[in-house]
């Protein structure tokens, strides 16, 4: 029920993700008189979905303190709890964030060795696709934040981008080593101890984001925020821009014409419905978040973001490489003396 056109666009997202995945099947959270009639119009998506009836909804106005108490019967809840309860694989949603994160955290828990959730989507590089996180989850890191997000960032780079050993670097305000606050440079020496489990490529700024310097971004909540919402609004600033330039004039406009099928291929590599799914990484499940402006093809993507999370075993190579990690970093045992 969550998202700005939901449920319709929910439902259409749904049916379009059956394209790349027929073998997925659908527990549908909501209002059975609204979800039904649309559905009855879908009969692909009929056959391999359950309405689960409730009344509740969690609305984008909500405080998550709030929701978490009192919203224990709402779509969302209940969505959540098929996961905690392994009726699901995973669970979809375009509604209220902070909502989404807190009932997660309580129903699902935390993976054994990760303290915080992290906010991570993909980000369009020159060189393909990057994974950025934490997008706004956790505003102040310290270091021992900053190490788990770079293994989970990693374990999501190896599992849905396919990378074998993609590279980590730390966002920061320059590449040198003295650069950056306490957090920064704690969590830079944790990474670059022999013991990491991780490729570290050091220190990145600003522009490698885009360059694609890395395939792992790692930063605070707060400056991860700060830089997706700049990139977003650069890009709408671009566009416009563009559809400026081609209106300007009788010869521009002949110029879009010759330009038409690059400028198309051009829109399709930066559509941001391409990259729709945030995922909450570090809990005990998979919780994929749509963004609630999205339409169905947005939708679909963000479901498939979840499906590859789920076949491509990323719960297991997160446990692996958390366990690693803190295998190495433990001190070894003296050997006990023998007794005479």
Avoid: W
Wanted: charged share 25%; aromatic share 6%.
């Amino acid at each position: 029920m969550g998202g700005d056109q939901a449920p319709r666009m929910v439902l259409k997202g749904a049916d379009k993700s059956l394209k790349r995945y027929p073998g997925a099947a659908f527990l549908l959270f909501g209002v059975e008189d609204k979800i039904k009639p649309l559905l009855a119009k879908m009969p692909r998506l009929m056959r391999c979905s359950s309405i689960r009836h409730t009344d509740e909804v969690v609305t984008n106005e909500a405080k998550p303190s709030v929701a978490l108490r009192t919203a224990r019967r709402s779509s969302m809840r209940l969505a959540i709890d098929a996961v905690a309860e392994g009726e699901a694989d995973c669970v979809v949603s375009a509604g209220n964030t902070g909502a989404l994160m807190a009932m997660a955290k309580i129903a699902l828990k935390m993976l054994p060795g990760i303290d915080r959730p992290a906010i991570a989507s993909f980000f369009p590089t020159r060189r393909g696709e990057s994974v950025m996180l934490d997008l706004g989850a956790n505003v102040e890191c310290d270091a021992d934040n900053l190490v788990q997000f770079a293994l989970m960032g990693d374990a999501f780079a190896r599992t849905v981008l396919g990378l074998v050993q993609p590279t980590v670097g730390l966002l920061n305000v320059g590449s040198e080593e003295v650069k950056g606050n306490d957090a920064v440079r704690g969590a830079a020496a944790k990474l670059r101890n022999e013991t990491s489990p991780v490729k570290f490529h050091g220190f990145i700024e600003g522009n490698d984001i885009a360059a694609g310097t890395v395939d792992v971004v790692v930063t605070d909540g707060f400056t991860g925020n700060i830089a997706l919402k700049t990139a977003e609004g650069t890009a709408r600033l671009f566009s416009e821009f563009m559809r400026a330039a081609f209106r300007h004039s009788l010869l521009a406009r002949i110029g879009y014409l010759f330009a038409a099928d690059a400028l198309k291929k051009m829109r399709e590599r930066m559509d941001p419905r391409r990259y729709n799914g945030a995922m909450l990484l570090g809990l005990n499940g998979i919780v994929v978040k749509s963004h609630g402006g999205a339409d169905a093809l947005g939708f679909a993507n963000a479901i498939g973001v979840a499906v590859d999370m789920k076949i491509n075993g990323f719960l297991d190579q997160m446990r692996e490489e958390v366990a690693r990690l803190h295998a190495m970093q433990s001190p070894p045992q003296a050997p006990q003396s023998a007794a005479l």
